[in-house]
């Protein structure tokens, strides 16, 4: 089934089924995913807030196409750029791009993902991760990524320059929620 709009259809599984999979074009490839669960819709809610809150000279967007090339058309969880999205993507290469990552998505977020965003000028890129909690914050170099910052539980808090646009204060509690309200490790 295609399109948006309203479909009539008899069978209550025919709309798990039709959600289960989200596309993304990934350097000339189709990657598929399952769509995400509530630990990570949780962590790219809080992470799209603050940045909102710490950069409001900037767009933020949640799930937008990134038009980076014809083989490269990524949907990061949340891409910042300093303009408004054209419908539902973005031509422009984000100031930053934050991909929340699980077991099934890290290679790709971490490895072929992150290449290309360094190949079409993303400034900086982050690797959210719920479980074990860590974000890790890179900067554009022309050498590679470069690590900026690192927060997790032996650095739970720390601050993040972006340009002349602001600074975020990263508190990792805050984005990714407290471990046993979590029930992480348990």
């Not at 984000?94 to 190949?119: G, I």
Request: aromatic share 6%; glycine share 8%; hydrophobic share 45%.
């Amino acid at each position: 089934m295609t399109g948006s709009g309203r479909h009539r259809s008899a069978d209550p599984e025919l709309l798990s089924a039709q959600w289960s999979v989200r596309a993304e074009w990934i350097n000339g490839d189709v990657a598929t995913s399952n769509w995400p669960d509530f630990a990570h819709q949780q962590a790219t809610r809080r992470v799209a807030n603050l940045l909102e809150g710490a950069l409001p000279d900037l767009v933020v967007a949640t799930s937008v196409t990134l038009l980076l090339s014809p083989d490269f058309q990524p949907i990061p969880d949340v891409a910042v750029t300093s303009k408004t999205p054209d419908g539902v993507s973005v031509a422009e290469a984000p100031l930053v791009v934050v991909e929340v990552v699980s077991p099934d998505t890290w290679a790709t977020d971490a490895v072929v993902k992150s290449a290309a965003y360094h190949r079409h000028g993303v400034g900086q890129y982050w690797l959210v991760q719920p479980s074990p909690r860590s974000i890790h914050v890179f900067e554009h170099a022309d050498s590679g990524w470069q690590p900026v910052v690192t927060v997790d539980d032996a650095r739970p808090v720390a601050s993040l320059v972006l340009g002349r646009y602001g600074t975020v204060g990263l508190e990792l509690a805050a984005l990714l929620g407290d471990d046993d309200a979590m029930g992480v490790g348990v």
